[in-house]
C-alpha cells in the first residue's frame, strides 16, 4: 500500500442528489410520481443508517428551483409528498433524535407545507442526534443572491463594514449557516453533475456519482460509499507531512 494514502475519519456531513426517481418509474411503466413515492422511502432508509454509519448531517436535495419547470401534475404531487412526508413521519423523526431542518427559499411555497416544515424544524428542535436538513425550492445560486441580500442589508444599516465581508462572515448569511460544510456529495442515477447544489459550501467536497437510480439506492449502498470516504486522502490543497 503507498504510503501517501491517508486513512481519515468518515464523512461527518454528507450531502445527497437524488436522482433517477422519473427513469425508475418510466422503466416500470409507472407515472414519474410513482418514483418519487418510491424514493422517499429510501430517503426514510439512509435516514435511519445515518446513527450506524458515523453520519452526524445528511441533507438531501428534494427540489430545486429549477424544478418548478416539471409539469404541474408532477410540481404539484411533489408538494403533495413532502406535506404528506413530513406530517407523517415527524413523530417518528423525533422520537429518534432526529433534528429535522429546511433550506431553500420558502416564499414559493404554499402556506400548508410551510406551516408544517416550521412545525416539524420546532418540534425536533432540542433533538441531538443526526442532523437532516431538507432542501425545497433550494438553489445555490438563489442561495447566494439570498444572502448578498441579507449582507448588503446589514452594510447599509451599519451593522457589517464591507471590509469585514470575507470567507469567514459571508457563510453566516446562507441558508446553512449552523451547518458544518459538506464532506461528501452523493449524485445517483449516473449525472455527474452538481446541479446547483451546496455550491459555496462544496468547495472541499469529495464526490461520488453512482449509477444506481435514487428508488433502488439501499443503506448498505450508503455505508460502502461512506467508507470509501474514510480511504481517501484529503490535503485541503495543502501538502501533508
Ligand atoms: C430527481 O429524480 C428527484 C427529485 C426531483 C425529487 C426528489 C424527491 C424525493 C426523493 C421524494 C422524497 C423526498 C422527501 C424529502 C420526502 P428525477 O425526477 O429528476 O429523475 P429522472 O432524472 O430519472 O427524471
Redesign the pocket.
Known sequence: MPDTIHYGDGPRHVAI??????????MRGRP?LF???A??K??REVVRSCDEVGVKYLT?????TE?WK?TQV?VAG?MS??RR??AK?ARALRDENVRVRFIGDRVRLDAKLTGLMDEMEAQTADCTGVNLT?A?NYGGRDEVARATQRLARDVQAGKLDPADVTVETLPRYLDTCVLPDPDLVIRT?G?ARISNFLLWQSAYAEYEFVDT???DFTAGEFAGLVSNYAMRDRRFGAVKA
Open positions: 442528489i437524488m436522482d433517477g426517481n422519473g427513469r425508475w418509474a418510466t414519474r418514483g418519487h413515492h424514493g422517499a429510501r430517503v438531501i436535495f428534494a427540489f430545486s424544478n416539471r408532477e411533489l409528498l413532502f412526508y413530513i413521519e431538507v425545497i442515477s449525472e437510480l435514487w428508488p
